[in-house]
Each structure stands twice: as structure tokens, then as C-alpha cells.
């Protein structure tokens, strides 16, 4: 696509090694708003092998929290949540539920799709698919929450 992603719109110069863009040896997960979801596409590296011709799943936990984390700052974004240079990124990832349904292919680009489930100040849960041929390979809950700095 030709519009700026999520992660290069808000977060552009974030170092994480999913989607991090700043991230040159990261996997730069680049995801846009949808009809009512979040979608991306990724494809896998070689060195993603889980030593049997699959994506390993590690790699899958990493984009689906990623792209989990590109719906959270979208509906930040829509909702006009406070973000300041102070805390650029308002909710950090609390916990992630994966479930691993199938076998998910190395050498193919792969599709991803996140959904708000709920959302408050404090709180934010996404449904979160790795799809691919029409069928989900993995699927996760993703919480994440407010996150304020404290004083040292």
C-alpha cells in the first residue's frame, strides 16, 4: 500500500522487532485500518523455519502482539487518547493468549487481522487471526493497559 501504515504514522521511530520501522533488522509488521478491523500482511523469512519447513511460534506470537498493538493505537488514535512525548505509547502489553490451530506456511505471505473486543482508559482487548488460504493458522487474545510513568 501506499499510504503510511499504523506503525509509520504513530510510532515511526519505535525500535521493537516486530514493528518497529526504526528497526532495521526487525520484521517492520505494517498494518492499515479496515472496515471495522485491522489488517496487515506479512511474509516469513527463511531463518523463520521452526526446524520443520513451518513458521516457527515464536514469530508467530511476535506479529500477532505487534499487530494487536497497531489496533490499540489505532482506536487510541480515533478515540483522542492523551499520548505526550513523555509516553508516546499509552498501553504496553499485558498479556497474550495464543492458540496455535495449524500447521502455518514459511514460504507464503501470511494475513493478519485484529478487532477491538473492548476498550476503556485503562484497558484494551483485541482478537488477533494469522490467516492464510482462508483459514486461521493462530489465533490470540491480546490485553493490553494504561501505562503511566512513576515517579523514581
Known amino acids: 500500500m501506499s499510504e503510511p501504515s499504523i ?5 515511526p521511530d519505535l525500535m521493537c522487532f516486530g514493528c518497529g520501522q526504526a528497526n532495521l533488522k526487525g520484521l ?5 485500518p479496515a472496515e471495522g478491523y485491522v489488517s496487515a500482511e506479512f511474509t516469513p523469512w527463511p531463518e523463520h523455519d521452526n526446524g520443520g519447513g513451518f513458521l516457527n511460534g515464536g514469530i508467530i506470537a511476535t ?3 505487534c499487530h494487536s498493538g497497531a489496533a490499540v493505537y489505532h482506536e487510541v488514535e480515533r478515540r483522542g487518547l492523551p499520548r505526550t512525548p513523555e509516553v508516546p505509547l499509552p498501553y ?8 496455535y490451530l495449524r500447521p502455518t506456511p514459511l514460504h507464503q505471505t ?3 487481522r485484529g478487532s477491538i473486543e473492548s ?3 485503562e484497558q484494551v482487548t483485541v482478537a488477533v487471526e494469522l490467516l492464510w488460504d482462508g483459514k486461521a493458522r493462530a489465533s490470540a487474545t491480546a490485553r493490553w493497559l494504561r501505562w503511566r510513568p512513576r515517579p523514581r
Open 28 to 32: 517492520r509488521l505494517r498494518s492499515y
Open 92 to 99: 504496553v502489553t499485558a498479556g497474550l493468549d495464543v492458540r
Open 7 to 11: 506503525q509509520e504514522r504513530l510510532y
Open 63 to 65: 506479529v500477532l502482539d
Open 110 to 112: 501470511l494475513q493478519l
Open 119 to 121: 476498550a476503556d482508559d
